[in-house]
């Protein structure tokens, strides 16, 4: 690789397939109630756990000590710096800005160039772009390249998220808003849909799980338009959901790669345990000769 990729450990992705692509990941910050934690030090069973116990989330993002750390580690080895992939999800997370301050000392004391790009798109979503500019590193392409690519795939980037109530949303006192910024009334009642960019919002209510995964993939279609994607089921704590979603987006979308990832506390927080959803983007071009 001639570019590192760094992005924030909401991505969710396994150590292994990070390990595989080249990506590294610097990690999320959380409280619940007074105790902090990095995400990867709870199990996911312990995280959703403490939710459903009542413990208040606070996401505080990514550290500036984290980010320059990852920055360093992806640097090694990569002549031309570091490409980080930034989202801000919610209001209350600092970690772009703790990306800039990170990279002005990598740069200031270290004379390693990076390249921040927030992008509006979060977990599965940003995954996948994650996933296709390492696609198009490990194939030799260049910074130019990679940024290109980034561009090339982030306006069919998306995630669509799924629960079977919306428990999670009351806990967290999201609710309300959620519901009066959806304009499709209350969602009480049937299985709703969310778009899961910067903020969750609800685009549909379904009448049952399987109209709920139909309609997510009509629209997964419709941005996708035909086109071969990357795709990243995710769940929280819902494995046998996470199966059939993968199921069907592989029968109804041009998948070139499709991976199930477990949900952290980033958007997880909010949906709470038996969450499912689909990340994409479309596949990114080869890099010129």
Known sequence: MSVGIVCDSSVDLPDGLLEERGLRTAPVGYSLGA????????????????????????????TSEDWESVFLEAADGCDEGVICLCQAFGSSSPSFDSAEFASRRIEHFHEIDVRIHQTPRS??????????????????????????????????ADIFMLTPDVDGLDR???????????????????????????RVKAVA?????????????????????????????THALAPEAAARLSEKASAR??????????????????????????????????PSA
Not at 172 to 190: K, M, N, T, W, Y
């Open 35 to 62: 105790t902090y934690y990095s995400q990867g030090q709870q199990t996911h069973a312990e995280f959703y756990d403490a939710l459903g116990r009542g413990e208040r989330l606070t996401l505080n993002g990514v």
């Open 123 to 156: 977990t599965a979503g940003q995954a996948a772009i994650a996933l296709a500019l390492s696609r198009v590193s490990n194939a030799g392409g260049d910074r130019e390249a990679v940024e290109r690519a980034l561009d090339e795939v982030s306006a069919s």
């Open 172 to 198: 967290a006192g999201e609710l309300s808003a959620v519901q009066s910024q959806s304009g499709i009334g209350s969602l009480d009642f049937g299985v709703p849909v969310f778009r899961a960019r910067d």
């Open 205 to 233: 209510l379904a009448d049952d799980a399987d109209q709920a995964e139909h309609m997510l993939l009509d629209r997964a279609a419709d941005i996708l338009g035909g086109q071969p994607a990357i795709l990243v089921v």
């Open 253 to 286: 979308l041009t998948a070139e790669e499709i991976h199930i990832t477990e949900l952290g506390p980033t958007v997880g927080g909010l949906l709470g345990a038996g969450a499912w959803g689909l990340g994409f983007c479309q596949s990114p071009s080869a």
